[in-house]
């Protein structure tokens, strides 16, 4: 079984539409953060948290917003989906400390028609 | 100006070749260095961490930094169709709670 799991795989949906991405880890790290992933653009940090009670804005946090239900639950949601949010999302999770890498999932691919 | 400059690609080498991947950057307080590589449809997996200046080497794969001229490359030794991917490089500063990543270069190794 993967160490980090994210659900679904893929997800097909109409403008307008609430959409939750859901991300949930069996490797113990206590940090948790949310990427989107864009062709020439990298991996853009959305929110990121440190542990149940710490939740931090990313760089393109507009329009999103997010839930961490537990240790290892840390959900994405898109309140009301638009066509430039169509992307692929990564969660990662990693140790406490800083300079610690980050450790995937295998992504949601995401397409708001 | 990004804080990190990594050129896309694509790039297209046959079998056996030794690639080198690069990376540049601005930010003169970053000390830590990673290579993330993300096979399709796949999440980015962690292929080496390097801290401050200098080499290191793991099989075929080689990282190697500058810090003088803010350059990072990682070089990969008879290169193999399995090593096609996409590579992103990524880096903090000391203490720093979160990383900077590249684009990322779309490899391929041809047979």
């Known amino acids: 079984d993967a160490d980090v799991t994210q659900t679904p795989r893929n997800r097909i949906t109409k403008t307008g539409k609430r959409i939750m991405l859901e991300c949930s880890q069996t490797?113990?790290?206590?940090?948790m953060y949310w990427y989107r992933q864009d062709p020439g653009l990298g991996l853009r940090l959305i929110y990121y948290?440190?542990?149940?009670?710490?939740?931090n804005k990313g760089e393109i946090s507009d329009g999103y917003s997010v839930s961490r239900q537990a240790q290892a639950k840390f959900s994405l949601s898109l309140e009301s989906a638009i066509p430039n949010q169509t992307a692929l999302y990564f969660c990662?999770?990693?140790?406490?400390?800083?300079?610690?890498?980050?450790?995937f999932g295998d992504g949601t691919r995401l397409s708001i028609l | 100006q990004k804080e990190v400059e990594q050129d896309p690609g694509p790039l297209s080498v046959p079998e056996g070749a030794i690639v080198s991947l690069n990376c540049t950057y601005s930010?003169?307080?970053?000390?830590?260095f990673m290579w993330y590589r993300q096979y399709s449809r796949k999440g980015p997996e962690l292929l080496m961490y390097?801290?401050?200046?200098g080499n290191k080497e793991d099989g075929r794969f080689t990282a190697q930094v500058d810090k003088s001229s803010k350059y990072i490359s990682l070089f990969i030794r008879d290169s193999q169709p399995s090593d096609s991917a996409t590579y992103l490089c990524?880096?903090?500063?000391?203490?720093?709670?979160?990383?900077?990543f590249g684009q990322g270069t779309r490899l391929t190794i041809n047979p």
């Open positions: 948290s440190f542990d149940v009670k710490d939740i």
């Open positions: 990662a999770t990693s140790v406490t400390g800083g300079n610690q890498p980050q450790h």
């Open positions: 930010n003169s307080a970053f000390q830590y």
């Open positions: 490797k113990g790290h206590d940090r």
């Open positions: 390097t801290y401050s200046s």
């Open positions: 990524a880096m903090s500063a000391q203490g720093a709670q979160k990383l900077v």
